[in-house]
Nanobody, 127 residues
Framework: VQLQASGGGLVQAGGSLRLSCTTS????????MGWFRQAPGKEREFVVV???????HYADSVKGRFTMSRDNAKNTVYLQMNNLEPEDTAVYYC??????????????????????WGQGTQVTVSS
């Protein structure tokens, strides 16, 4: 399974970006997909996760500003980021796992739950 992330860039505070993550190699629809981010000197941080059939679950820091969606026909997941803040500056990673946990969605907050990762795309928000 390979993941290709794209869409990062430099934007002013209050602006928007849309990240994309395209997968190949296996049936896309069975995966649990998430986005994480990592700022310099910090640990990788959960942003959002979506299980098939569920609504996305967002970190509090991005709730109301970020929207995750997926297009199974295109094997692609998107992260629409609006009202960006300098604190959102980080490398953003998409990640997937075929392991479906039907319990609490918080199971997927940990990066360790994911088997496959994209290469990351830089998002920089200037003040």
């Amino acid at each position: 399974v390979q993941l290709q992330a794209s869409g990062g860039g430099l934007v002013q505070a209050g602006g928007s970006l849309r990240l994309s993550c395209t997968t190949s190699g296996r049936a896309f629809s069975v995966f649990v997909m998430g986005w994480f981010r990592q700022a310099p000197g910090k640990e990788r941080e959960f942003v959002v996760v979506k299980r098939s059939g569920d609504s996305p679950h967002y970190a509090d820091s991005v709730k109301g500003r970020f929207t995750m969606s997926r297009d199974n026909a295109k094997n692609t997941v998107y992260l629409q980021m609006n009202n960006l803040e300098p604190e959102d500056t980080a490398v953003y990673y998409c990640a997937i796992t075929p392991k479906l946990w039907s319990g609490s969605v918080y199971y997927y907050v940990s990066p360790a739950r994911y088997e496959y990762w994209g290469q990351g795309t830089q998002v920089t928000v200037s003040s």
